[in-house]
């Protein structure tokens, strides 16, 4: 075996392959296990540049928590209890609820990344930005939300992503999706969504809402916003309803004077783990500050997904009460915006302006 071969997680699970990668130092290895010296009582990094010991002399723990259990102290040179070792530790629990056939409790995920439930509780919370059990419900509904779209019958689809039940089914999916398996498959049939279109300082919008919250808060030519909710559901039953949604509209036009968005008015926006988890850090963004894309990637811990945020703030379907327009690219540049760079710039005026914000904005998008 060379440099250049293709080692995959399953090998990983061999101690033969783990020493491959140790004698390699093979980078991909890292966060998958530590390996420890029997005669120096020490544990290490896969790519520890430390002499290599003899094979004989080395066992492996698939979590740094094992290897302390043991009676192994920590290298020195490459530090596997840092920022490293935690980062390792949230990606393996992450791949195990990605591969889940059942659901994993919070011990057992504890026990195989070597912390406590509730030292893992807290440590992936702090690094996701959900707990492993919002993860895991993602994960599923995710996996099962494919396969509906792929054509399969719900209860096929359903034990596929990982659900014990046909109930259980049904429950992760409207805790996540917002709608029975069912209807999604159906393009939303049996589903009753409520609409409205409005005014407001930054051009026309439309707002629409499930039972659980708001769904979709857009910009743009009512027509059009309109054909497009249709193309999304096309099968859910649509309501126009201006009463109904009135103290959506009041929230969403308070909400641009400056207001916090209320808690007692639901949010039911769709969207992946790694989606929402971006949208939740964009929510912390306070009005009249801006950050990059490379902060709000690393503000999730994963500052290397630069693109993968830009995504999910081109696909944020709640503007403003997700104000992915407080999102510049570096150096200051506007960036893209789902709805037009002439309104965010707009906005962002509008929020940073000291004396009548609403005029700027107006005469900004009248230049557009």
């Not at 290895?29 to 120096?40: I, N, P």
């Not at 399969?152 to 999706?177: C, F, H, K």
């Not at 009460?321 to 710039?345: D, I, N, S």
Request: proline share 7%; aromatic share 8%; with cysteine.
């Amino acid at each position: 075996m060379n440099g250049e071969t293709n080692v995959t997680e399953q090998a990983y699970r061999t101690d033969d392959a783990k020493w491959q990668a140790v004698a390699e130092r093979d980078p991909r290895a890292e966060g998958r296990f530590v390996y420890a010296v029997r005669t120096t009582r020490v544990y290490c990094r896969p790519t520890c540049p430390s002499r290599r010991p003899l094979p004989r002399n080395v066992v492996f723990f698939d979590a740094v928590g094992q290897a302390r259990a043991a009676g192994y102290r920590a290298c020195r040179r490459c530090q596997p209890d840092g920022e490293a070792a935690e980062a390792a530790a949230v990606a393996q629990v992450r791949r195990l609820l990605d591969e889940a056939e059942s659901p994993l409790t919070l011990a057992a995920l504890g026990e195989a990344a070597g912390y406590s439930p509730t030292h893992l509780q807290k440590l992936f919370k702090r690094v996701v930005g959900v707990s492993p059990h919002r993860y895991a419900a993602t994960a599923r509904a995710e996996r099962l939300r494919a396969d509906l779209r792929a054509g399969l019958p719900v209860t096929e689809a359903g034990y596929a992503a990982g659900y014990g039940s046909s109930r259980a089914v049904y429950q992760g999916a409207r805790e996540v999706m917002g709608m029975t398996p069912g209807a999604y498959r159906r393009g939303g049939a049996g589903q009753t969504i409520r609409y409205v279109c409005f005014s407001t300082p930054v051009g026309a919008a439309l707002l629409a809402a499930t039972e659980r919250g708001v769904c979709a808060l857009r910009f743009g030519e009512p027509a059009a916003l309109l054909a497009e909710l249709y193309l999304e559901f096309p099968r859910a039953a649509l309501h126009a309803d201006e009463h109904g949604l009135g103290p959506y509209v009041d929230a969403t036009q308070q909400l641009l004077a400056g207001a916090p968005w209320p808690a007692g008015l639901g949010l039911d926006p769709q969207g992946t783990a790694f989606q929402r988890r971006v949208w939740e850090a964009l929510r912390q963004i306070p009005r009249g500050v801006t950050r990059t894309y490379g902060e709000v990637a690393s503000a999730i811990g994963q500052p290397a997904a630069v693109r993968a945020v830009g995504s999910a703030c081109a696909k944020n379907p709640l503007a403003v009460v997700t104000p992915c327009h407080r999102v510049v690219a570096a150096g200051g540049r506007l960036g893209g915006y789902r709805w037009g760079t002439e309104r965010k710039q707009a906005l962002l005026a509008m929020e940073t302006a000291e004396e009548s914000p609403v005029a700027p904005a107006q005469e900004l998008l009248a230049r557009g």
